[in-house]
């Protein structure tokens, strides 16, 4: 109603992402058109590598591997060397994929899909000024790479090092960070089990208390 269509199209674009982290898949579909149909009018590199993302994470949840590597590589390519930390988020988001559908059964070449790419993720972290959670999520798929060869100190280690960032300012990063960390440091009995355990029981109960009472 305001005429602002790049305002409309990040709404659009969130509202997808919302739907996705629910699992309505097709709701997703839906808004993600609403944004692409919003950004026409206001296109730029910027809008369209977030378009690129949100595709890519949409084709993730598919475990369609063909288009989350076309949509999360277009957007890498589009953030360029102008903007590092975004290359490296949707390199970072492709690698942690990989390894996530490899897990669940997918193709096991995954798994080396998922050790290069997160290399690549982490070199171009080097070069990031400040915390990003980008390199944990990185770091996060090389402990399932490890865990999946049956290295389990190394999955343990590089458990650790996903865990780089601050989880309560990055909270979509940190749920599959503890996930990795559930599998690789408490499963395994690693000295950091305990206090995991409890960090994942935490905020289970701020959850259910949020939908208790949301006030």
């Known amino acids: 109603s305001l005429g602002d269509r790049w305002l409309e199209a990040l709404s659009a674009g969130g509202m997808a992402m ?9 709701d997703c579909a839906a808004w993600l058109d609403r944004a692409v149909a919003a950004a026409m009018s206001v296109a730029s590199t910027s809008m369209a590598r977030r378009l690129e993302l949100w ?6 949840a598919r475990d369609d591997v063909e288009a989350m590597t076309r949509h999360y590589r277009r957007a890498a390519e589009l953030a360029g060397q102008t903007s590092i930390g975004e290359a490296c988020q949707a390199l970072a988001d492709l690698s942690f994929e990989y390894a996530r559908i490899a897990v669940f059964g997918g193709d096991p070449s995954l798994f080396e899909m998922a050790r290069a790419t997160a290399e690549e993720a982490l070199t171009m972290g080097r070069h990031i000024r400040g915390e990003t959670p980008y390199t944990g999520l990185a770091h996060a798929g090389l402990a399932l790479v490890a865990e999946a060869a049956g290295d389990l100190d190394a999955a343990a280690e590089e458990s ?14 940190l749920v599959p960070i503890l996930w990795v960390g559930a599998r690789t440091l408490i499963r395994t009995g690693q000295p950091e089990a305990a206090g995991l355990t409890e960090e994942i029981l935490g905020g289970l109960s701020y959850v259910t208390m949020s939908m208790a009472d949301p006030t």
């Open 18 to 26: 919302t739907c996705l982290q629910v699992g309505g898949g097709d």
């Open 55 to 60: 595709r890519g994470a949409h084709a993730a």
């Open 160 to 173: 650790r090092n996903s865990r780089n960032f601050h989880g309560e300012t990055h909270l979509l990063y």
